[in-house]
């Protein structure tokens, strides 16, 4: 069973709007760290945020919110009045205790396509 | 602020030829990890390091060896390349500050792109 399912394989929005990539994972540790990432197209994984699963405080930084719903196990990215150089993949990722919660499992990704 | 440096960041090779990646980490950060990333793929974890000792172990191939040297560099050694080991391959690294939940946030390296013709 996939551990972090990122439904939306592509979406395409135009500039200014908002939009929201969705992340649901499964764990059966109570101890978890959540993760999103950006790639865009010249290939490099850009750190966004990290989330402890003690932490279901929402956050802003910028144009991005994150929303951690530990109820549903979701941990969704919003990005607001969305720019040509949002476009790029978005990869949510979960570490858990049996790695030392160093290694992450990775989502699918979704890609999202932002044009002008 | 210093990153994570990889090298080379590209490199064509042949089948059955072998390759070597270099990866630098963030300077006091003391755990590097490997990721591959086949095209339109997730990154998917190969190996980890810490203190220059193998900490954790994923779908790395046995005809791939990797280790971390006394200056906290890691090389990702490739044998009997297949047209399948054609991939971006990712180095991450940490710094552990000890106890549960206390490793820091994971960079990534920009990556090496590695095609086997």
């Known amino acids: 069973a996939q551990k972090v399912t990122q439904a939306q394989t592509e979406i395409s929005v135009v500039e200014k709007e908002d939009v929201t990539l969705d992340c649901v994972y499964e764990?059966?540790?109570?101890?978890?760290?959540l993760f999103w990432y950006k790639q865009p197209p010249s290939g490099e994984l850009v750190f966004l945020i990290r989330r402890n699963s003690f932490d279901e405080q929402n956050e802003i930084s910028g144009r991005y919110s994150w929303n951690f719903q530990k109820s549903t196990s979701s941990f969704n990215f919003t990005i607001t009045a969305s720019q040509v150089v949002d476009s790029a993949v978005y990869f949510c990722?979960?570490?858990?205790?049996?790695?030392?919660?160093?290694?992450?499992?990775f989502g699918k990704g979704t890609m999202l396509l932002v044009s002008p | 602020a210093a990153g994570v440096i990889q090298s080379p960041r590209h490199l064509i090779k042949e089948k059955r030829e072998t390759a070597t990646l270099k990866c630098y980490p963030i300077p006091r950060h003391d755990t590097v990890y490997w990721y591959q990333q086949g095209p339109g793929q997730d990154p998917q974890f190969l190996i980890s390091f810490y203190e220059k000792m193998q900490s954790d172990k994923g779908s790395i191939p046995d005809r791939f060896s990797a280790q971390q040297f006394s200056d906290y560099h890691s090389e990702l050694n490739m044998s009997s390349l297949e047209l399948g080991d054609s991939a971006l391959y990712f180095c991450?690294?940490?710094?552990?500050?000890?106890?549960?939940?206390?490793?820091?946030?994971?960079?990534f390296g920009s990556g090496t792109q590695l095609s086997v013709l």
């Open positions: 991450a690294s940490s710094r552990w500050t000890g106890g549960a939940m206390s490793n820091e946030k994971l960079f």
């Open positions: 990722a979960l570490s858990e205790p049996n790695s030392g919660y160093s290694t992450l499992t």
């Open positions: 764990t059966r540790d109570t101890t978890y760290y």
